[in-house]
C-alpha cells in the first residue's frame, strides 16, 4: 500500500489543520493508522492512530494531543485524517501517517513497528 500525506502548512497558534492520509494500492480499511511526528533534532513521536478493525478499530492520542486532535477515517475515499485544534507552536514539525496490516493494540504507538509509511507533511505553528 502506497501512503500519501497533506495538509501541512503554516499557521498561527490556536489555529485548525486538517491533514489526510490516502492510501492506494490496497484498501487499507483493516490495517492500523498512525499519525507520528518529527521536530527538528528530536526523535519522531507518536501522535494518533486507529486500531484495526478487528479490534473494533478503537483510536489512540498521545497525551500531549488528547483534546485537540482527532483522528477519523473515511472507509469510501481509503483516507485516514487527522483534525488538529488549538495548534500550539510546540506542535510544529513534520507529520507522518503510518500503516500496517497487522498490528497489534500494544505497538500501536511504536513508530518502527508500522511497515508502510508515508512522506510526511510539515506543520509550522507560529507563536
Known amino acids: 500500500v502506497q501512503l500519501q500525506a497533506s495538509g501541512g502548512g503554516l499557521v498561527q497558534a490556536g489555529g485548525s489543520l486538517r491533514l489526510s492520509c490516502a492510501a492506494s494500492?490496497?484498501?487499507?480499511?483493516?490495517?492500523?493508522v498512525g499519525w507520528f511526528r518529527q521536530a527538528p533534532g528530536k526523535e519522531r513521536e507518536f501522535v494518533a492512530a486507529?486500531?484495526?478493525?478487528?479490534?473494533?478499530?478503537?483510536?489512540y492520542y498521545a497525551d500531549s494531543v488528547k483534546g485537540r486532535f482527532t483522528i477519523s477515517r473515511d472507509n469510501a475515499k481509503n483516507t485516514v485524517y487527522l483534525q488538529m485544534s488549538s495548534l500550539k507552536p510546540e506542535d510544529t514539525a513534520v507529520y507522518y501517517c503510518?500503516?500496517?496490516?497487522?498490528?497489534?493494540?500494544?505497538?500501536?504507538?511504536?513508530?518502527?513497528?508500522?511497515?508502510?509509511w508515508g512522506q510526511g507533511t510539515q506543520v509550522t505553528v507560529s507563536s
Open positions: 503510518a500503516a500496517d496490516p497487522a498490528l497489534i493494540l500494544g505497538l500501536l504507538r511504536v513508530s518502527r513497528e508500522y511497515d508502510y
Open positions: 494500492g490496497r484498501t487499507f480499511s483493516n490495517y492500523a
Open positions: 486507529f486500531s484495526r478493525s478487528g479490534s473494533g478499530s478503537r483510536t
